[in-house]
Nanobody
Framework: QVQLVESGGGLVQAGGSLRLSCKAT????????MGWHRQAPGKQRELVAA??????NYADSVKGRFTISKDNAQNTVYLQMNSLKPEDTAIYYC????????????WGQGTQVTVSS
Protein backbone atom coordinates (compact mmCIF):
# COMPACT_ATOMS: atom_id res chain seq x y z
CA GLN A 1 0.00 0.00 0.00
CA VAL A 2 1.37 3.38 -1.01
CA GLN A 3 2.01 5.84 1.79
CA LEU A 4 3.26 9.40 1.59
CA VAL A 5 4.76 10.76 4.78
CA GLU A 6 5.33 14.50 4.98
CA SER A 7 7.50 16.46 7.37
CA GLY A 8 8.99 19.90 7.77
CA GLY A 9 6.02 22.16 8.35
CA GLY A 10 5.86 24.66 11.18
CA LEU A 11 5.62 28.29 12.20
CA VAL A 12 7.94 30.83 10.64
CA GLN A 13 8.09 34.61 10.40
CA ALA A 14 7.51 36.36 7.10
CA GLY A 15 10.66 36.32 5.03
CA GLY A 16 11.80 33.05 6.55
CA SER A 17 12.30 29.62 5.01
CA LEU A 18 11.04 26.09 5.47
CA ARG A 19 11.79 22.82 3.72
CA LEU A 20 9.09 20.21 3.33
CA SER A 21 9.87 16.56 2.69
CA CYS A 22 7.63 13.76 1.45
CA LYS A 23 8.78 10.16 1.39
CA ALA A 24 6.80 7.64 -0.62
CA THR A 25 6.76 3.98 0.36
CA UNK A 26 4.92 0.88 -0.75
CA UNK A 27 5.02 1.32 -4.51
CA UNK A 28 6.67 -1.25 -6.73
CA UNK A 29 6.70 1.22 -9.63
CA UNK A 30 8.12 4.68 -10.06
CA UNK A 31 5.71 7.55 -9.82
CA UNK A 32 5.26 9.51 -13.03
CA UNK A 33 4.78 12.77 -11.15
CA MET A 34 5.12 14.08 -7.63
CA GLY A 35 4.19 17.44 -6.27
CA TRP A 36 2.84 19.68 -3.57
CA HIS A 37 -0.58 21.22 -3.21
CA ARG A 38 -1.89 23.49 -0.48
CA GLN A 39 -5.21 24.42 1.02
CA ALA A 40 -5.80 27.56 3.04
CA PRO A 41 -8.88 27.98 5.26
CA GLY A 42 -11.96 28.66 3.18
CA LYS A 43 -10.13 28.11 -0.10
CA GLN A 44 -9.84 25.29 -2.60
CA ARG A 45 -6.80 23.08 -2.75
CA GLU A 46 -4.32 24.41 -5.29
CA LEU A 47 -1.21 23.14 -7.01
CA VAL A 48 1.98 24.70 -5.65
CA ALA A 49 4.68 22.82 -7.53
CA ALA A 50 5.12 19.54 -9.37
CA UNK A 51 7.85 17.56 -11.06
CA UNK A 52 7.48 14.98 -13.80
CA UNK A 53 10.18 13.50 -15.98
CA UNK A 54 12.60 16.23 -14.96
CA UNK A 55 10.18 19.01 -15.83
CA UNK A 56 8.97 21.26 -13.02
CA ASN A 57 6.10 23.69 -12.87
CA TYR A 58 5.03 26.18 -10.24
CA ALA A 59 2.05 28.27 -9.32
CA ASP A 60 2.64 31.87 -10.33
CA SER A 61 2.36 32.94 -6.69
CA VAL A 62 5.43 30.94 -5.66
CA LYS A 63 7.70 31.25 -8.71
CA GLY A 64 11.14 32.47 -7.74
CA ARG A 65 10.57 31.66 -4.05
CA PHE A 66 9.84 27.91 -3.95
CA THR A 67 11.89 25.08 -5.43
CA ILE A 68 10.75 21.50 -5.87
CA SER A 69 13.28 18.69 -6.10
CA LYS A 70 13.19 14.91 -6.06
CA ASP A 71 15.52 12.20 -4.88
CA ASN A 72 14.62 9.24 -7.07
CA ALA A 73 16.73 6.79 -5.11
CA GLN A 74 14.88 7.68 -1.90
CA ASN A 75 11.48 8.24 -3.58
CA THR A 76 11.36 11.54 -1.76
CA VAL A 77 10.22 14.93 -2.98
CA TYR A 78 11.19 18.20 -1.33
CA LEU A 79 9.81 21.71 -1.38
CA GLN A 80 12.22 24.45 -0.41
CA MET A 81 10.22 27.54 0.49
CA ASN A 82 12.04 30.86 0.79
CA SER A 83 10.84 34.42 1.33
CA LEU A 84 7.67 33.09 2.89
CA LYS A 85 4.64 35.36 3.10
CA PRO A 86 1.60 35.24 5.38
CA GLU A 87 -0.49 34.26 2.35
CA ASP A 88 1.55 31.05 2.08
CA THR A 89 -0.11 29.88 5.28
CA ALA A 90 -1.93 26.63 4.50
CA ILE A 91 -1.90 22.89 4.92
CA TYR A 92 0.55 21.50 2.38
CA TYR A 93 -0.19 18.10 0.85
CA CYS A 94 2.18 15.83 -1.01
CA UNK A 95 0.81 14.12 -4.11
CA UNK A 96 2.12 11.21 -6.17
CA UNK A 97 0.74 9.89 -9.43
CA UNK A 98 1.45 6.34 -10.52
CA UNK A 99 1.44 4.99 -14.08
CA UNK A 100 -1.93 3.25 -13.97
CA UNK A 101 -4.43 6.04 -14.47
CA UNK A 102 -6.59 8.27 -12.24
CA UNK A 103 -7.04 5.70 -9.49
CA UNK A 104 -3.26 5.42 -9.10
CA UNK A 105 -3.11 8.76 -7.30
CA UNK A 106 -2.03 9.29 -3.69
CA TRP A 107 -2.04 12.01 -1.06
CA GLY A 108 -0.15 12.58 2.15
CA GLN A 109 -1.83 13.53 5.39
CA GLY A 110 -0.81 17.18 5.12
CA THR A 111 1.56 19.37 7.07
CA GLN A 112 0.69 22.80 8.45
CA VAL A 113 2.73 25.81 7.37
CA THR A 114 2.02 29.03 9.22
CA VAL A 115 3.73 32.30 8.31
CA SER A 116 3.36 35.13 10.78
CA SER A 117 3.58 38.77 9.76
Amino acid sequence: QVQLVESGGGLVQAGGSLRLSCKATGSAFSFIAMGWHRQAPGKQRELVAATSGGVTNYADSVKGRFTISKDNAQNTVYLQMNSLKPEDTAIYYCNAKGPFGPSDNYWGQGTQVTVSS
